[in-house]
């Protein structure tokens, strides 16, 4: 019998909005072990310091730049080299194919249905999971708590014992969920087709280079393990 581990998985999303004018979405996790954690964060923070930044320095997609990009790249290979993380990534190209009237649907309704889309694959039992999401807004509280009976529903794990906690925390106090923010970044920054900084490019090139040509812009392949996602269209919802 497979003996059952907890699971931190650090989840993030971008431009999330309905009306923001944005036109792509999307929403990551990036997990492993709970016992590995401290472990990696040391690292990471050991790795902030080798490039002259403080251990407390968040790491952001919005920060990246022509001075930071060694930094970033050097983080980039931290998570691609280290098997003990992987990421599950869902986006959404074009928010204007969303249609919540067809399918009687607000989009705080949909809103979680693509949360419990993009987790689903990474729970497995007998194991245990501990959710955090990145602080955003005064309604984080009500939404977090929201999303821990939608998920916990939807797995049928109604006392909650393979979903033990879904809980904010602040970026900045966390090393795993910057990686997050960091791969929705690229994720939406290709899906709507950017090229406004040399930084970010090679920061994708990267991911292309180590990960196949069209990791950022196409569903993964099933045995994709390291670095999965969905491309969600309108036209599957409706098959």
């Avoid at 001075?67 to 993380?85: N, P, T």
């Avoid at 987790?119 to 990145?134: E, G, K, S, T, V």
Wanted: proline share 4%; net charge positive.
């Amino acid at each position: 019998m497979t003996e059952p581990r907890i699971f931190n998985v650090y989840c993030d999303e971008s431009c999330h909005l309905e009306n923001d004018g944005i036109s792509a979405m999307a929403w990551g996790a990036v997990y492993c072990q709970e016992s590995e954690t401290r472990a990696i964060a040391e690292a990471i923070r050991a790795l902030k310091v080798a490039h002259g930044l403080a251990p407390t320095f968040e790491a952001k997609w919005t920060k990246i730049s022509p001075a930071k990009v060694a930094f970033y790249l050097a983080l980039l290979d931290l998570f691609l080299a280290d098997d003990r993380l992987r990421f599950r990534g869902l986006v959404v190209p074009d928010k204007a194919q969303i249609d919540h009237a067809r399918f009687d649907q607000t989009h705080d309704d949909w809103y979680y249905k693509m949360y419990f889309t993009m987790l689903r694959p990474i729970f497995c039992a007998p194991h245990r999971y501990r959710i955090y999401l990145d602080v955003k807004d005064t309604r984080g509280g009500p939404k977090t708590r929201k999303l821990h009976d939608v998920l916990a529903n939807d797995l049928y794990d109604f006392n909650k014992e393979c979903l033990e906690r879904v809980q904010q925390v602040r970026s900045h106090e966390s090393e795993l969920l910057q990686i997050t923010d960091i791969l929705i970044g690229a994720l939406t920054y290709a899906n709507r087709g950017l090229a406004t900084s040399p930084a970010k490019a090679a920061m994708m090139a990267r991911l292309r280079e180590r990960l196949g040509p069209y990791v950022l812009t196409r569903t993964s392949s099933f045995s994709a393990i390291k670095f999965n996602m969905l491309v969600w269209r309108a036209r599957e919802a409706a098959e």
